[in-house]
């Protein structure tokens, strides 16, 4: 099919081609700027289901590829393609975009134009860094995301907003140079940048030097990821980012750029280096765990509901870098079910507070109590979101948590128990979030009097929270495209430990056939 040729440039550059559109509109028509924005994120969107739709589920490896020169010298190629992992990463990308539109809608007073053009950049941006499969078009994307969402934060953003977009940048660019320098590497000993190329290339032993740069080229890529997931001790920018962020920065910067590290540790350190992730899972696994519990006990005092819901992205992401190296198809496939099952939930829950925030302008938790009689659409809502994100059974999270801890456990039991334990403390600290800001006595007439969800609101939250519920009882449509490709990306790990297991059976072999001829000897002198 002619379209499955250019399905992947389509839906990467349509919020580009946007971008550029919008700057030719006045901007003093902020209405048409709005709807304009808004409409091009939606053409993405319904053009992005192309994906979904032609899919084979399946097959392993990648479809919709589209592989042309680019740059003779060095050798870099237009390559794109996407398997069962990165196609539902786009998807996610481009449902939330247009919804974190529509919550942003009345917020932006100054500037509306570059606040829309900045946004369709970074989702042309988000969307290469997932489908893009020549690693210095990978790392292209990877940075042109840090320009958009520092200025999103820096220029919308609240009281701290500069520091936090200064921290957010220098963290993020600062860690992506030794995954640049690893990718440099790797193209002086290959003069590929093509991801498939080099792996074949690593399979067959065809790198020059390679044993030896293995370790570092792993802690290169490990790092640029770790800073953006954020795994522990990284994390320390993702809470400032999140709390001085707008609304949709803070949707987009959960709900999509954290799965880029994530989703990194998945398709490239697990992709190019089987034997160097198997070597560090162990302490990777323990920074996970490490993670997870600190992140939940962290947002359990936080007195700021935006910062609380910022440290349980720590927590939650745990899960995700704890189901990837536990190593088993289990673990694997409930990591990227959570990557998903977090960009719904965290996603909804920032535009939630978001919500709030429009009408009294503080996340300060001390200042509410007693929304629910207010607002008993928002209260709804509010519940039905945060019990998918504390994992509630028929919900979302349930399903990627219960495939998480059970990879953990056929890991290591002692990982299983560990990280289980966050799923108690974040019940704790979600539903005493709730307790606090919708029951109890109605203080002051401010919160008496705040209106609940409107049209707009309302069309914007009820997707997610629908898609939350049919996520945790429909799992199968989504795992019959994943499974075959975290299947795939297991391969060269279980090759290696099939090799390992080979080569101790021929030792094991080998040893009886001396042994008898030991014990022969002192039998034939004893004859004699």
């Known amino acids: ?272 280096f089987p034997d160097q992730a198997r070597h560090h899972a162990p302490w990777i696994n323990i920074l996970a765990i490490i993670g997870i519990v600190y992140g939940a006990l962290v947002a359990l005092v936080q007195p700021n509901m935006k910062k609380l819901i910022a440290y349980t992205s720590v927590s939650h992401l745990g899960f995700c870098v704890l189901g990837i190296f536990s190593l088993t198809q289990t673990g694997i496939d409930g990591s990227v079910y959570q990557m998903l099952n977090h960009g719904v939930s965290t996603g909804a829950l920032f535009m939630l507070l978001g919500i709030i925030y429009d009408r009294r302008h503080t996340y300060d938790i001390r200042e509410f109590a007693g929304l629910a009689s207010p607002m008993p659409r928002f209260a709804t809502l509010f519940l039905l979101i945060l019990l998918s994100s504390v994992g509630l059974p028929l919900m979302n999270g349930f399903v990627g948590e219960f495939l998480v801890l059970s990879g953990a456990f056929q890991a290591d039991h002692w990982y299983g128990i560990f990280a289980t334990t966050g799923v108690i403390w974040s019940a704790c600290y979600l539903l005493w979030l709730y307790q606090r800001i919708f029951y109890g006595e109605t203080r002051t007439a401010a919160n008496a009097g705040m209106p609940d969800l409107n049209a707009r609101e309302r069309i914007s939250l009820w997707p997610l929270a629908i898609l939350a519920v049919v996520m945790g009882v429909a799992s199968a449509f989504w795992m019959q495209s994943i499974d075959p490709a975290t299947t795939e990306a297991l391969r060269n790990v279980h090759r290696l430990e099939q090799s390992t297991q080979s080569d101790q059976s021929a030792r094991a072999t080998t040893a009886p056939r001396t042994t008898p001829a030991i014990h022969l000897i002192p039998a034939a002198t004893e004859s004699h």
């Not at 592989?67 to 393609?81: D, F, K, R, S």
């Not at 369709?120 to 995301?145: I, K, N, P, Q, R």
């Not at 980012?241 to 910067?253: F, M, N, Q």
Request: no cysteine; glycine share 6%; charged share 10%.
């Open 1 to 272: 099919m002619r379209m499955d040729s250019v399905i992947l440039t389509l839906v990467t550059f349509i919020p580009a081609v946007g971008a550029l559109l919008m700057m030719f509109l006045p901007r003093s028509n902020g209405k048409l700027l709005k709807w304009f924005g808004f409409a091009v994120s939606l053409i993405a969107f319904v053009v992005s289901l192309h994906l979904p739709v032609h899919f084979t589920s399946g097959q392993p490896g990648f479809q919709f590829e589209v592989n042309l020169p680019w740059i003779a010298t060095p050798n870099i190629h237009y390559h794109m393609g996407v398997d069962g992992i990165s196609l539902w990463l786009v998807i996610l990308t481009t449902f939330l975009v247009p919804l974190s539109f529509l919550i942003q809608w009345d917020s932006i007073h100054g500037e509306i134009k570059e606040f829309f053009i900045l946004m369709l950049l970074l989702e042309t941006a988000m969307l290469g860094v997932f489908v893009s499969l020549d690693l210095f078009l990978f790392y292209v994307f990877w940075e042109a995301t840090l320009i958009p969402m520092a200025l999103i934060i820096g220029m919308y953003g609240h009281e701290r907003r500069v520091y936090a977009a200064v921290k957010f940048f220098l963290y993020t660019m600062v860690a992506s140079v030794f995954m640049l320098a690893a990718i440099i590497w790797l193209y002086a000993q290959t003069a590929s940048f093509d991801f498939v190329v080099i792996q074949h290339a690593i399979q067959t032993g065809a790198i020059a030097g390679y044993a030896s740069a293995a370790t570092w080229l792993f802690l290169g890529f490990s790092i640029a990821f770790a800073v953006k997931v954020p795994i522990f001790p990284f994390h320390t920018w993702l809470p400032d980012a999140h709390v001085e962020a707008p609304t949709a920065g803070s949707v987009l910067l959960a709900g999509v750029l954290l799965k880029m590290g994530t989703y990194g540790l998945l398709r490239f350190n697990l992709g190019l």
